[in-house]
Nanobody, 123 residues
Protein backbone atom coordinates (compact mmCIF):
# COMPACT_ATOMS: atom_id res chain seq x y z
CA UNK A 1 0.00 0.00 0.00
CA UNK A 2 1.33 3.41 -0.97
CA UNK A 3 0.11 6.56 0.76
CA UNK A 4 0.90 10.07 -0.43
CA UNK A 5 -0.19 13.12 1.55
CA UNK A 6 -0.69 16.62 0.21
CA UNK A 7 -2.34 19.87 1.21
CA UNK A 8 -0.15 21.02 4.06
CA UNK A 9 0.98 24.61 4.40
CA UNK A 10 1.00 27.68 6.59
CA UNK A 11 -2.15 29.31 7.91
CA UNK A 12 -3.11 31.83 10.55
CA UNK A 13 -4.86 30.76 13.72
CA UNK A 14 -8.57 30.35 13.12
CA UNK A 15 -8.03 29.37 9.50
CA UNK A 16 -8.65 26.12 7.67
CA UNK A 17 -6.72 23.56 5.65
CA UNK A 18 -7.69 20.32 3.94
CA UNK A 19 -5.20 17.49 3.77
CA UNK A 20 -5.45 14.70 1.21
CA UNK A 21 -3.98 11.22 1.18
CA UNK A 22 -3.94 9.28 -2.07
CA UNK A 23 -3.90 5.53 -1.48
CA UNK A 24 -2.93 2.81 -3.93
CA UNK A 25 -1.94 -0.84 -3.93
CA UNK A 26 -3.52 -3.65 -1.95
CA UNK A 27 -6.40 -1.77 -0.38
CA UNK A 28 -7.87 -5.04 0.96
CA UNK A 29 -5.26 -4.76 3.72
CA UNK A 30 -6.33 -1.22 4.56
CA UNK A 31 -9.95 -1.15 5.70
CA UNK A 32 -8.99 1.40 8.33
CA UNK A 33 -7.22 4.66 7.53
CA UNK A 34 -6.08 7.31 9.92
CA UNK A 35 -4.36 10.63 10.34
CA UNK A 36 -1.56 11.16 12.82
CA UNK A 37 0.57 14.16 13.65
CA UNK A 38 3.93 14.78 15.23
CA UNK A 39 5.18 18.09 16.56
CA UNK A 40 8.91 18.62 17.23
CA UNK A 41 10.02 16.89 20.41
CA UNK A 42 6.76 15.01 20.85
CA UNK A 43 5.47 11.54 20.10
CA UNK A 44 3.33 10.90 17.08
CA UNK A 45 -0.35 11.03 18.07
CA UNK A 46 -3.53 9.78 16.49
CA UNK A 47 -5.84 12.53 15.23
CA UNK A 48 -8.67 10.70 13.46
CA UNK A 49 -9.49 7.43 11.74
CA UNK A 50 -12.20 6.02 9.50
CA UNK A 51 -13.48 2.57 8.65
CA UNK A 52 -13.48 2.74 4.87
CA UNK A 53 -16.61 0.72 4.21
CA UNK A 54 -18.87 1.59 7.14
CA UNK A 55 -17.74 5.21 7.35
CA UNK A 56 -17.42 5.00 11.13
CA UNK A 57 -15.09 7.72 12.36
CA UNK A 58 -12.89 8.19 15.40
CA UNK A 59 -11.40 11.43 16.73
CA UNK A 60 -8.94 12.56 19.34
CA UNK A 61 -10.57 14.79 21.95
CA UNK A 62 -8.23 17.63 21.01
CA UNK A 63 -9.72 17.90 17.50
CA UNK A 64 -13.37 16.90 17.98
CA UNK A 65 -15.67 19.51 16.49
CA UNK A 66 -12.85 21.13 14.50
CA UNK A 67 -11.48 18.35 12.26
CA UNK A 68 -13.41 16.05 9.95
CA UNK A 69 -12.07 12.88 8.37
CA UNK A 70 -13.69 11.71 5.15
CA UNK A 71 -13.00 9.86 1.93
CA UNK A 72 -13.97 10.06 -1.71
CA UNK A 73 -16.60 7.80 -3.28
CA UNK A 74 -13.93 5.46 -4.65
CA UNK A 75 -12.53 5.14 -1.12
CA UNK A 76 -9.00 5.69 -2.39
CA UNK A 77 -8.46 9.26 -1.24
CA UNK A 78 -8.61 10.21 2.41
CA UNK A 79 -9.21 13.76 3.58
CA UNK A 80 -8.76 15.70 6.78
CA UNK A 81 -10.66 18.98 6.89
CA UNK A 82 -9.14 21.12 9.61
CA UNK A 83 -11.07 24.18 10.79
CA UNK A 84 -10.49 26.66 13.61
CA UNK A 85 -6.81 25.81 13.55
CA UNK A 86 -4.69 26.63 16.58
CA UNK A 87 -0.92 27.07 16.93
CA UNK A 88 -0.83 23.79 18.85
CA UNK A 89 -2.05 22.01 15.71
CA UNK A 90 1.33 22.74 14.14
CA UNK A 91 2.93 19.40 13.24
CA UNK A 92 3.83 17.04 10.45
CA UNK A 93 0.66 15.17 9.54
CA UNK A 94 0.82 11.56 8.40
CA UNK A 95 -1.65 9.29 6.72
CA UNK A 96 -1.63 5.64 7.78
CA UNK A 97 -3.54 2.44 7.14
CA UNK A 98 -4.18 -0.94 8.72
CA UNK A 99 -6.53 -3.82 8.03
CA UNK A 100 -9.15 -2.68 10.55
CA UNK A 101 -9.90 -0.01 13.14
CA UNK A 102 -10.13 -1.20 16.72
CA UNK A 103 -10.02 0.44 20.11
CA UNK A 104 -6.29 1.13 19.56
CA UNK A 105 -6.96 3.16 16.40
CA UNK A 106 -4.89 6.04 17.77
CA UNK A 107 -1.70 4.07 18.46
CA UNK A 108 1.13 4.25 15.94
CA UNK A 109 2.08 0.61 16.42
CA UNK A 110 -1.33 -0.47 15.16
CA UNK A 111 -0.70 0.73 11.59
CA UNK A 112 1.22 -1.07 8.87
CA UNK A 113 1.54 1.57 6.18
CA UNK A 114 2.55 5.22 6.39
CA UNK A 115 2.86 8.19 4.12
CA UNK A 116 5.81 10.56 4.09
CA UNK A 117 4.01 13.35 5.93
CA UNK A 118 3.02 16.92 5.16
CA UNK A 119 3.85 19.97 7.26
CA UNK A 120 1.09 22.10 8.79
CA UNK A 121 2.12 25.36 10.44
CA UNK A 122 -0.38 27.53 12.31
CA UNK A 123 0.75 30.96 13.52
Amino acid sequence: VQLVESGGGSVQAGGSLRLSCAASGDMYSSYCMGWFRQAPGTEREGVAAIRRYSGTTFYADSVKGRFTISQDNAKTTLYLQMNSLKPEDTAVYYCASVIQCRADWNETGTYNYWGQGTQVTVS
